[in-house]
């Protein structure tokens, strides 16, 4: 076990981060500090978990940007329509049926899962300017309750990042104990050998895009909850993100490589670096070229090691 | 040069005492063989009689152990595929190495000297269909090569090949793909360039062919050159007789005299690959069905079709009065079907994944309780059970299958299967790459299931193995069934007429 800690690149990149961070920056393990980094992690985390199980398989996922900015305004929308408990339930349904319909044409259509999600990514954006007519939706009062998902805290600690903590903790479990995980890695590494072992291939390919829309679904409402307003231009980009929170975890983009747990470092990982560098007063644009550097210099340490 | 030697007495290439060891498997033994200047020479051996390794060792692209390779003269003591092309040594191989989306001349040229700078396809192009026209053929060089038939990439393969300055040119199964009127113009393009002084080595099964075409045989047999004779003095008898005869060694488990069971499927329907015409055939209960015949004689296409791997209409299977078909590997296996895949490590076994996933991905659902969640101990319970019971040679059933030697992975493959309950077990060279005393440990496993009742059919390019292990051979060649031999009728000469079609 020791061992292998000390073998994980993900794990060394961390706790650098970690260091460098805390003497840069005398705020940065401040109570408050850390609390808003963890809400502000927590919806690219979800995001980054569905990536992750997708890019498992040898897939990827690139409508999770657009799925968060529809969700969130079919959900404002719904406020008005429907109970608080029902318009929960319609949003991630809507991410579900966006996740199935990306998931049929790769498993089942055998469309490129790069091309497919591309579409989905087009199609669910150019969807979330209809249902808003281009404009940000308020949450109607019956359902501000929403707001709790987006800021409230339990003991202390934000609701949001609660709900990231346990979807982590299943992913895991099920990565390790269940079969379902273990045909998800599988068929990452030699598709093939797992048809000829008589396992439906299809159907765990489908299923993990089925995932990845749930799970961000889940982090659209809270970042709807974050504000009150469900925005057609929110996520862009977010994708790209996630991507490279998984692999910054060391996932590989093949498939069949990787674990959840260093995919939750990754989303630490770069947080943390756009905390910090918050914290800093660094501007907006000199943080993208830095933060790119960054995810260069770190999975060029990934492979280094291997 | 001597001017008073004359041309065919030159020795174009000369091998002495090659020797090459895959693993544990010596793949050529101590070969020896002369091509000279300007003749076609033979090259002749059952599958696995080294045609190939040889080959490659001609090319560079395999490192003889030990031996001396002399080309033109001149002792060649590290041969790669650079230095070898240098010499003048062209290779046109069975699959073609042609870039399916590029035109005809941007494939001639591909790789051909200029390294940098600007392309003049005009000229490219004028010199590519010149080149074509020298060979006697017209093909329009700025075709993709996806667009044209198989023989004309056969064409365009050996223009390439003559674009180079070629002195030696070998040709793997050139005319496989080929029809009778387009063998008969490669034939005539062979005669122009022996002519011009080009030697050709040619590997084929067609001992017609063989004997109308080249000048001169060498045989190769278990990796050993059997002999070189004149065409002139050969004939089919002659030759395989030369190709054939061995003992059998102790590899092989004593087989059963009778079998008790009378049960057995019916095979009806079985479409396999090219061939119109199905196949029906039974498998008997307790026995090993061998498939011989030649590398691509569709046997491995009659077990995907029986195993519902491919996409074609399904083989019927009559079985207990019952008639079931096959569509995927998922039903065959609810079926008790199970296959052991020609590649291990593409399609047997995943090699990243530890020998413990690779062990129980098959059976999954034994180790796991309703809810699906695995139960670790349960399951190394049963890894650690297989690996004995087939004694595979692992350190720490946790680390990769890529850690074990091919042996070792191939038992990995077979007890993948051993956890469920098999009627029928397939088998695709159960031994390729495997060294001698893994070899004979599989052959018992094999023959312990058949023993216990399974139905088990084997392909196998080994003739010894075929010999050794089946209780019937089923004989095939471009895609059809040729005959049904039992255990009391066995003989290599006779299988070996029936797969290449000189019977």
Redesign the interface.
């Known amino acids: 076990m020791k061992e292998r800690l000390l073998k994980n690149n993900t794990l060394i990149i961390f706790l650098l981060l970690l260091l460098v961070s805390s003497f840069t920056s005398e705020s940065f393990l401040t109570i408050t500090n850390v609390t808003n980094l963890l809400r502000q992690v927590a919806p690219i985390g979800l995001i980054s978990i569905g990536m992750f199980l997708v890019i498992l398989t040898g897939g990827i996922d690139l409508s999770v940007g657009s799925i968060i900015a529809c969700v969130g305004v079919a959900f404002a929308l719904l406020s008005y329509e429907v109970y608080f408990s029902a318009g929960l339930l319609l949003s991630l349904l809507l991410g579900v049926v966006i996740g199935a319909v990306s998931g049929y044409l790769v498993a089942y259509r055998g469309v490129a899962a790069f091309i497919a999600t591309l579409a989905l990514m087009t199609i669910v954006r150019g969807l979330g300017f209809l249902l808003s007519k281009g404009a940000p939706v308020t949450v109607g009062p019956h359902s501000s309750a929403i707001l709790q998902l987006g800021t409230g805290s339990v003991l202390g600690i934000p609701l949001s990042a609660i709900l990231l903590a346990l979807v982590f903790v299943i992913v895991f479990i099920v990565l390790k104990y269940h079969v379902y995980g273990r045909q998800i890695i599988a068929i990452g590494s030699n598709e093939e050998a797992v048809r000829l072992s008589g396992i439906s291939v299809e159907r765990v390919k489908f299923s993990v895009y089925v995932i990845s829309g749930f799970l961000t679904a889940l982090a659209g409402l809270m970042m709807v909850g974050r504000t009150g307003v469900g925005t057609p231009n929110i996520g862009v980009g977010l994708e790209l993100d996630a991507i490279a929170a998984v692999v910054i975890g060391g996932a590989s983009l093949f498939g069949g490589k990787g674990t959840v747990f260093n995919t939750l470092l990754g989303v630490l990982i770069l947080g943390m670096i756009g905390n910090i560098m918050n914290l800093l007063d660094i501007t907006s644009y000199m943080q993208q070229l830095i933060k790119g550097v960054i995810i260069i210099l770190a999975v060029i340490f990934q492979k280094a090691q291997q | 040069m001597n001017f008073t030697t004359p041309k065919h007495c030159f020795e174009m290439l000369v091998l002495k005492e090659i020797s090459k060891s895959f693993g544990g498997v010596k793949a050529l033994k101590a070969v020896n063989l002369e091509v000279r200047a300007g003749e076609i020479h033979a090259l002749l051996g059952e599958n696995g009689a080294g045609k190939s390794t040889l080959m490659k060792v001609i090319s560079g692209a395999h490192k003889a152990d030990s031996g001396q390779i002399v080309i033109d003269g001149e002792v060649i003591e590290h041969n790669d595929p650079h230095l070898a092309k240098v010499h003048g040594i062209g290779i046109i191989y069975q699959e073609f190495s042609l870039i399916p989306e590029l035109t005809v001349s941007e494939n001639i040229w591909f790789g051909s000297g200029k390294k940098t700078g600007w392309l003049n396809r005009k000229k490219m192009d004028s010199d590519a269909s010149a080149l074509i026209h020298s060979l006697g053929f017209a093909i329009d060089v700025k075709r993709r090569v996806a667009q044209l038939s198989i023989a004309q990439q056969q064409i365009v393969e050996i223009a390439k090949a003559l674009s180079q300055d070629v002195k030696l040119l070998i040709l793997d199964e050139p005319s496989a793909v080929l029809g009778t009127k387009e063998v008969k113009k490669l034939f005539n393009l062979l005669y122009t360039l022996r002519d011009q002084g080009v030697s050709i080595i040619y590997i084929s099964h067609h001992l017609d062919e063989l004997l109308e075409l080249t000048d001169r045989i060498t045989v190769l047999k278990d990796g050993k050159t059997v002999a070189t004779l004149e065409t002139a003095a050969a004939d089919k008898d002659k030759l395989v007789n030369l190709m054939v005869g061995r003992e059998l060694t102790q590899l092989y488990p004593e087989k059963p005299d009778a079998f008790p069971d009378d049960e057995k499927i019916g095979i009806e329907e079985l479409r396999s690959g090219t061939s119109r015409q199905p196949m029906a055939f039974d498998i008997r209960k307790g026995e090993i069905l061998g498939l011989g015949g030649l590398v691509g004689a569709g046997r491995t296409e009659v077990l995907e079709s029986l195993?519902g791997?491919t996409h074609r209409p399904p083989a019927i299977l009559r079985w207990q009065e019952r008639s079931v078909s096959y569509r995927?590997?998922?039903e065959?296996?609810?079926g008790g079907w199970g296959?052991v895949?020609e590649d291990r490590k593409?399609?047997?076994?995943?090699?990243?994944?530890s020998i413990r996933?690779n062990i129980s991905?098959?059976s999954?659902?034994q180790v796991?309780n309703q809810w699906?969640?695995?139960n670790?101990r349960k399951e190394e319970q049963v890894v650690r059970e297989l690996v004995d019971r087939l004694r595979i040679k692992v350190g720490d059933i946790h680390s990769p299958l890529s850690t074990l030697s091919g042996g070792n992975q191939q038992k990995v493959v077979l007890a993948?299967w051993l956890n469920r309950n098999l009627n029928v077990l397939l088998i695709d060279e159960p031994t390729r790459g495997v060294d001698v005393g893994a070899r004979s440990e599989i052959y018992h496993i094999i023959q312990q299931l058949a023993n216990q009742g399974m139905y088990i059919v084997m392909v196998s390019s080994d003739m010894e193995e075929l010999l050794g292990m089946s209780d019937r051979i089923m004989v095939m060649k471009n895609g059809e069934l040729q005959g049904t031999l039992d255990r009391a009728e066995f003989n290599e000469e006779k299988i070996l007429r029936m797969a290449i079609g000189a019977n």
């Open positions: 195993f791997v995927s590997p998922r065959a296996i609810r296959m895949p593409k399609h047997g076994g995943i090699l990243s994944l996933d991905l098959a999954l659902g796991a699906g969640f695995i670790h993948k």
